[in-house]
Nanobody
């Protein structure tokens, strides 16, 4: 599985961006998917995750109400809609896929839950 992330860029505080991550094969085979981010000088942490079914999601507290994760299995793509962006959202964003656990409603919340990673797309939010 290869993951290609896109959609990052420079945006002013309060603005919006939508990240996309396309898998090289059917997204249904990649099961759960997630978005992580790594701010400058900090560790990589989860932002949001979505189950294979698309019916279950997880968000870290700092993005609840502002970010929305979704997926389109027919297009092999997972999205992260980011609204009301803040300077503290500045980071490299990575998409990740779990090809091992086919539990329909499972939502992985740690890096250990994923075995494939995209190359990262940079998001910079100016104040």
């Amino acid at each position: 599985v290869q993951l290609q992330a896109s959609g990052g860029g420079l945006v002013e505080a309060g603005g919006s961006l939508t990240l996309s991550c396309t898998a090289s094969r059917r997204t249904g085979s990649t099961y759960g998917m997630g978005w992580f981010r790594q701010p400058p000088g900090k560790e990589r942490d989860i932002v949001a995750a979505i189950s294979w079914s698309g019916g279950h999601t997880y968000y870290t507290n700092s993005v609840k109400g502002r970010f929305t994760i979704s997926r389109d299995n027919a297009k092999n793509t997972v999205y992260l809609q980011m609204n009301a962006l803040q300077p503290e959202d500045t980071a490299v964003y990575y998409c990740a896929a779990d090809s091992r656990d086919s539990t329909w409603h499972r939502v992985g919340r740690t890096a250990y839950d994923y075995d494939y990673w995209g190359q990262g797309t940079e998001v910079t939010v100016s104040s």
